[in-house]
Nanobody, 126 residues
Framework: QVRLVESGGGLVQTGDSLRLSCAAS????????IGWFRQAPEKEREFVAA????????SYADSVKGRFTVSRDNARNTVYLQMNSLKPEDTAVYSC???????????????????WGQGTQVTVSS
């Protein structure tokens, strides 16, 4: 069983930066791919970024490409999402999820996530 806990959210202004953390406990996530998702009020959850168990490759939604960076520290059992140049439309609850490694021809779209965190709120004021 893997427990994921997100942290690092908060209230910031347009153009600011935040770094979210996704800390895992229960077992190592070194053989899990990790995805970041977000859900804004009255909107569906959307994919933000993903990182392979080996730290490469990574994948990003077009809306965050060039501004967000996903990374991981398997020794710390933690995955990070560095968010720069934040915009009001980035306001959402951000969650991480873990998918066991498997070979894929359509990564990360076909990832099957077994574990999800509760999420951390990010609010960007204009």
């Amino acid at each position: 069983q893997v427990r994921l806990v997100e942290s690092g959210g908060g209230l910031v202004q347009t153009g600011d930066s935040l770094r979210l953390s996704c800390a895992a406990s229960g077992r190592s996530i070194s053989d899990y791919d990790i995805g970041w998702f977000r859900q804004a009020p009255e909107k569906e959850r959307e994919f933000v970024a993903a990182i392979r168990w080996s730290a490469q490759p990574t994948s990003y939604a077009d809306s965050v490409k060039g501004r967000f960076t996903v990374s991981r520290d398997n020794a710390r059992n933690t995955v990070y999402l560095q968010m720069n140049s934040l915009k009001p439309e980035d306001t959402a609850v951000y969650s991480c999820a873990a998918a066991p490694f498997r070979y894929s021809d359509n990564w990360p779209a076909d990832l099957k996530y077994d574990y999800w965190g509760q999420g951390t709120q990010v609010t960007v004021s204009s």
